[in-house]
């Protein structure tokens, strides 16, 4: 919360005459504007400095629509390394895209994805490896998202994982999601690169890393990931 001592939060009539001809009632209405849209305010500069002043809102996509999806596992153990935050995943179980089909209309749950994206203050996806491939369900929710204004990837914070059963740990997957995801222009990480090979073996029955060095990788993905949405 936004103290409201904050000058840009303050309501400050211009003078006495025009304070007095304002309704209780309608100071009070403004007043609850106000901290609604300072709630809604993340970030303040404040003398120069950076201050985040709510939760960061972070989404999960998971790739992978299996319910005990490694993949998805791995963006639960994402989001618990990144901490204190607003955590909620993405349902990319969306219709074929389909020109036809959009004609009639965007699909709800496309425009319900789209405003999480837009919502969101940095974004986690983890795609498995399908031949060697991002999965379809993954590249069907991007290409709908493309055909969505305004843009919801530009300049967002982004962090890519997977998960697989092979020993590349998805490596393939990765670098063709992020080649599909650089016309969207948003900030994907470069480093450190976090891929899960032998998935089966890596997480336990309750869907936790067993690695303690891979959970320290992850963390510092999301301390990287952290980083990049304070840089604005
Ligand atoms: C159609 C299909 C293709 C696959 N291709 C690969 C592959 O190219 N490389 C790989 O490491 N694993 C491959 N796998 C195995 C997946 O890595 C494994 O099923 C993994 O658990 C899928 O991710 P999930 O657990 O998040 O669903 C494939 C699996 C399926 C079903």
Redesign the pocket.
């Known amino acids: 919360m936004i103290p409201r001592t904050d000058p840009r939060v303050n309501i400050q009539a211009p003078n006495a005459a025009f304070a007095a001809k304002l309704s209780t009632t309608y100071r009070e209405f403004l007043d609850c504007m106000l901290r609604c849209l300072a709630d809604t305010l993340r970030v303040l500069h404040i003398n120069g400095e950076r201050h985040v002043t709510q939760k960061l809102n972070l989404l999960g996509i998971?790739?992978?629509?299996?319910a005990?999806?490694?993949?998805?596992?791995?963006l639960h153990e994402a989001a618990r390394c990144f901490g204190d935050c607003t955590f909620e995943m993405a349902n990319i179980r969306l219709p074929l895209f389909d020109e036809d089909l959009e004609a009639e209309g965007i699909p709800a749950d496309v425009i319900t994805l789209h405003s999480q994206i837009l919502a969101a203050d940095a974004i986690i996806i983890?795609t498995?490896?399908?031949?060697?491939?991002l999965?379809g369900s993954l590249k069907n929710a991007l290409d709908w998202l493309s055909r969505v204004k305004p843009q919801p990837w530009a300049g967002k914070p982004v962090a890519i994982m997977s998960?697989?059963?092979?020993?590349?740990?998805?490596v393939?997957?990765q670098y063709s999601l992020r080649h599909c995801m650089t016309t969207f222009n948003p900030r994907i990480l470069q480093a450190p690169e976090i891929m899960i090979?032998g998935?089966?073996k890596a997480f336990d029955d309750d869907g936790r890393l067993v690695d303690a060095r891979t959970v320290s990788f992850l963390a510092t993905q999301m301390d990287a990931l952290k980083a990049e949405v304070a840089r604005g």
Do not use: Q
Not at 163 to 170: E, F, Q, S, V
């Open positions: 998971s790739g992978s629509l299996r005990a999806s490694y993949n998805t596992y791995l983890a498995p490896e399908y031949n060697k491939n999965s998960a697989a059963a092979g020993g590349t740990g998805g393939r997957a090979a998935a089966g």
